[in-house]
């Protein structure tokens, strides 16, 4: 391993940007506010450049040892820094992206109150992300982990006068807490069982044990408890429901944290524990269900909504789950890919989906759009890009990746091929339902509204005050552009597994496996471009039913809904999961609170004795502060009465 | 030789009636002049003692009780008539601000 001074600049600048508009940014004006925040995110991107220049497959890891920290007989954590080739690709992801989101937010939020706010959170926000994916220890791994939930809640709650933003963010940090809780856990485990976090020498106290065929033991129990903790991160089933909620944050929030990077943290986890969970064959089947239940589940959802974040948003949600079913199948590094393609096109598809939004003042309902092609023609080709990359129609970056990960699961078992299938067949569906919705057919929103009789919704959706969409600023299709680039040729790095073979030296654990792999793949070369060929005809199909469906004749879906009468409305109300959760968790733990703990315990118990014990005391001194009259002789008759006393007991005890 | 039960009977006679004084009078001088008499009685029972025992610290004591009586004497004197200009009465049961 190679020392590299860098690697602590490069979380350090965002946080020296946040630290400086945080505190001085009130009184800034807002040139120099974006500045600041510019400068810094972009001069961390200049770094990880820097530091990726001549960064090969074959280069040694680098690392950094910055400080000291917990240094407890053998066992010892420092503040350190790690690159190898799969912190290099999230690094990056995280640095681009992040850049241009930020240049983005310029545009977008320039007419904020809490400007300076907004800046400052991001940036922190890209300090805790850049520890999270550079750290060398489990330790540091979770201060970035905890952090980026931090600014997820921040940002969330960005708009916290509105009640529903500033519970949107509690219940993001509450729901993360349950899955940290798992993280934890398996740290502790970690510590107990090999005396250490680093990530080098856990994995090579790993690497000697045999895989858990038999049963299951300590490693399973770890890779399951890093499972809860990526759940809980990467909103996975059993702890999504987050994730939609989260969309009340201002979108290049959204774009930023709910799709590019912070909810790929949990895939990024799983992937550099690949040592152990290659060695818990359990663990690995339970994450490759759960994300392929996820991708199915957040899929079919997705269908029904008719806010255009929240299709976004569950569609994530199902993005990550073929995520974790790529990790779940053993193929980390078509994992990492995906997550690298979908930060691209899901990033671009949230920035587009902001540029819609901005430019009609503020209106999020895909009912109430339409016909946008006309008023904003570069959003409209960024964003059908984007949607065409994640369909997964080829050569975009969505296809390469998608393709990977449908190749390797079907290597692990046709079930997961062919939901992974049915998923993308959806997901095609829902993208382009979205695009025909909003950039489709005839302008539905503040003018269409305004001849029907505008008193009631004119002004709602014109708050900017200009009914007519427009066109987003340069400065935020400046991104766009460059995104809609990427999302194009950001899959060729996939072009004859060289992406597989840079990123091999990371998962030396899977080495074996990838070898594996590869032979088998040679002679199967008809059967993956037969796969090939049906996934992308699903994608067409949903293309072709999308368009019939709400170009051709719009008015058939609201008819098929009416239809299918009580399956719509599960579908619609996201299955009632959320109700299911509150009657199971939520109103427990909130009646339990009120009735046990708050006024059993704190009333009844804690302010009970505090309160009883003042009153006593004041019903004593009631009694008692009569004897103080003022009056000289019934003072002086008490100290003769008390020398009394005395006297008596001693004649009484007799003298000595 | 008059035998020291005799001396500690005057003693304690003139200690309580110092105590009575004290209790029952309601002009600040007669209470103050009880605490003399109490002080006194005890005066007499240290003399008495020292005498008994040929010991001279009982001696020493009431020069040391008389100091400090002389100078509460002053003190108390003093008090009295500033008490005496304020309430221009010398009744305790008038004076009774001493509390809360």
């Known amino acids: 391993m190679t020392p590299n001074p860098y690697l602590w600049l490069i979380p350090i600048l965002p946080l020296a940007g946040a630290a400086i508009n945080g505190f001085f940014g009130r009184r800034s004006s807002k040139q120099a506010i974006s500045a600041v925040a510019l400068v810094f995110c972009g001069a961390a991107f200049f770094m990880a450049l820097l530091v990726a220049w001549g960064f090969s497959s074959a280069s040694a890891p680098y690392y950094y040892d910055l400080t000291h920290w917990i240094r407890s007989g053998s066992f010892q954590v420092d503040f350190s820094f790690y690159l190898d080739q799969l912190s290099l690709v999230m690094l990056l992801v995280v640095t681009g992206v992040g850049f241009l989101i930020h240049i983005y937010s310029v545009g977008y939020m320039w007419d904020d109150d809490g400007y300076y706010r907004f800046m400052s959170y991001m940036n922190l926000f890209m300090f805790f992300m850049l520890t999270l994916v550079l750290a060398k220890n489990y330790l540091v791994m979770f201060i970035g982990w905890e952090g980026v939930g931090l600014s997820s809640y921040l940002l969330i709650g960005y708009w916290f006068t509105k009640d529903s933003a500033a519970a949107a963010g509690k219940k993001a940090f509450i729901v993360n807490r349950i899955g940290d809780c798992g993280f934890l856990i398996a740290l502790f485990l970690m510590i107990k069982h090999f005396g250490s976090l680093d990530f080098t020498r856990v994995f090579s106290a790993v690497r000697p044990l045999g895989p858990e065929t038999t049963g299951a033991g300590l490693l399973t129990a770890i890779g399951l408890l890093l499972m809860v903790g990526a759940a809980g991160k990467s909103a996975q089933i059993p702890l999504y429901v987050w994730l939609p909620d989260a969309m009340e944050g201002p979108t290049p929030v959204s774009a930023l944290i709910h799709a590019a990077t912070m909810v790929t943290a949990g895939v990024y986890m799983v992937a550099r524990s690949s040592a152990i969970f290659e060695r818990a064959p359990m663990a690995m089947t339970v994450v490759a269900i759960i994300g392929t239940l996820t991708a199915l589940f957040a899929a079919t959802i997705g269908i029904a909504q008719t806010d255009i974040k929240k299709v976004l948003a569950y569609s994530t949600i199902s993005q990550l789950g073929y995520m974790f079913m790529a990790c779940g199948v053993g193929a980390f590094s078509a994992g990492i890919f995906h997550l690298m393609t979908h930060a691209f096109f899901k990033g671009l598809l949230f920035l587009a989906a902001g540029s819609v939004i901005h430019g009609i003042g503020g209106e999020q309902d895909m009912r109430k759009m339409g016909g946008l092609r006309v008023y904003m023609p570069w959003t409209f080709a960024t964003m059908g890009i984007a949607t065409l990359a994640i369909a997964g129609i080829p050569p975009l970056a969505g296809f390469w990746s998608k393709d990977e990960i449908l190749w390797k699961a079907f290597g692990a078992s046709w079930v997961y091929w062919l939901i992974g299938v049915v998923t993308a067949f959806i997901t095609s569906f829902y993208m382009f339902r979205l695009m025909y919705m909003t950039f489709g057919g005839e302008y539905r929103g503040a003018a269409a509204q305004e001849a029907h009789g505008h008193a009631a919704h004119g002004h709602a959706a014109s708050t900017h005050g200009h009914g007519e969409p427009h066109e987003s600023p340069w400065v935020m299709l400046g991104p766009l552009v460059i995104l809609a680039v990427l999302s194009v040729v950001g899959g060729f790095v996939g072009y004859g597994n060289q992406f597989e073979h840079f990123l091999a030296p990371a998962f030396q654990g899977a080495a074996r496996e990838v070898a594996q792999e590869t032979s088998r793949e040679a002679p199967d070369s008809t059967l993956e471009h037969l796969l090939m060929g049906v996934s992308i005809s699903v994608a067409g199909l949903g293309w072709l039913l999308a368009y019939l469906l709400y170009s051709r004749r719009p008015q058939l879906p609201a008819r098929i809904a009416a239809s299918l009468g009580g399956l719509y409305r599960a579908v619609a109300n996201k299955y009632y999961i959320d109700e299911l959760y509150a009657v199971l968790f939520v109103n427990p733990v909130v009646d339990g609170s009120t009735t046990i703990l708050w006024h059993g315990v704190d009333q009844g118990a804690i302010d009970a004795t505090v309160n009883n014990s003042a009153s006593a005391a004041r019903h004593v001194s009631d009694s008692v502060r009569h004897m103080q009259s003022g009056n000289l002789r019934s003072y002086a008759g008490w100290v003769a009465a008390g020398g009394a006393v005395v006297i008596a007991y001693m004649v009484w005890m007799g003298v000595r | ?100």
């Open chain 2, 1 to 100: 030789m008059v035998p020291l039960s005799y001396y500690l009977l005057l003693s304690g006679i003139l200690f309580v009636c110092g105590v009575l004084g004290f209790l029952i009078k309601r002009n600040i001088i007669t209470i103050f002049m009880s605490i003399e008499l109490m002080l006194n009685g005890v005066n007499l029972s240290f003399v008495a003692f020292a005498a008994h025992w040929h010991a001279l610290s009982g001696q020493v004591f009431v020069f040391f009780v008389m100091v400090v009586a002389a100078a509460e004497a002053a003190v108390g004197l003093a008090i009295i008539i500033a008490v005496y200009r304020t309430r221009e009465t010398l009744n305790v049961d008038q004076v009774n601000l001493l509390k809360l």
